[in-house]
T-cell receptor, first 116, second 113 residues
């Protein structure tokens, strides 16, 4: 499978626990994006990487959210001390060369987080 | 703020009919692309069609076409000869700053036999 892969597909966690999601982009794609999608809303931008550099993180929802892309390949998104309001679908997308606003984005199937 | 508005939360159409989904946007970019993405139930989002803002000619991809009105900042999607497989959530997207995209809330399209 050469598409964007996200794991796990579903995660149920108790409030206050930490969770980490993984995204494997299409192998030659140098740009990687994280979005959050809540029920009835479109995807909301969180952060993005060009290779291993995190070029924008001001849209991360709080300091409990962090993301890494250590070798410019896969990326992880961590949420510390989860809250019920963090329940959402977390989407990863990748693109080749150009910014997402100028080229096709390839999305993963997402990780659905439920905080109980 | 850069915003995208999709005013139709849900739409229904019968197979073989034509349907138009509306979208308006607001961007400060001078040269940009606009996109329609499709998200089928429990599947990943995929690109349907994109339009370069500096091109006056409306983009077309098989049964999908757009009506792009730059001055009005309107970007509607027309689906001709609707098929059952077109059932999905459709998102309009425009430049959102930070080299990324802002998405609308989506329109759920249901195609029935």
């Amino acid at each position: 499978d050469t598409g964007v892969s996200q794991n796990p597909r579903h995660k149920i966690t108790k409030r206050g626990q930490n969770v980490t999601f993984r995204c494997d982009p299409i192998s030659e794609h140098n740009r990687l994006y994280w979005y959050r999608q809540t029920l009835g809303q479109g995807p909301e931008f969180l952060t993005y990487f060009q290779n291993e550099a995190q070029l924008e993180k001001s849209r991360l929802l709080s300091d409990r959210f962090s993301a890494e892309r250590p070798k410019g390949s896969f990326s992880t998104l961590e949420i510390q001390r989860t809250e019920q309001g963090d329940s959402a679908m977390y989407l990863c997308a990748s693109s080749l060369g150009q910014a997402l606003m100028n080229t096709e984005a390839f999305f993963g199937q997402g990780t659905r987080l439920t905080v109980v | 703020a850069q915003t995208v508005t999709q005013s139709q939360p849900e739409m229904s159409v019968q197979e073989a009919e034509t349907v138009t989904l509306s979208c308006t946007y607001d961007t400060s970019e001078s040269n940009y692309y606009l996109f329609w993405y499709k998200q089928p139930p429990s599947r990943q989002m995929i690109l349907v069609i994109r339009q370069e803002a500096y091109k006056q000619q409306n983009a077309t991809e098989n049964r999908f076409s757009v009506n792009f009105q730059k001055a009005a900042k309107s970007f509607s999607l027309k689906i001709s000869d609707s098929q059952l497989g077109d059932t999905a959530m459709y998102f309009c997207a425009s430049p959102g700053g930070y080299s990324t995209l802002t998405f609308g809330k989506g329109t759920m399209l249901l195609v029935s036999p």
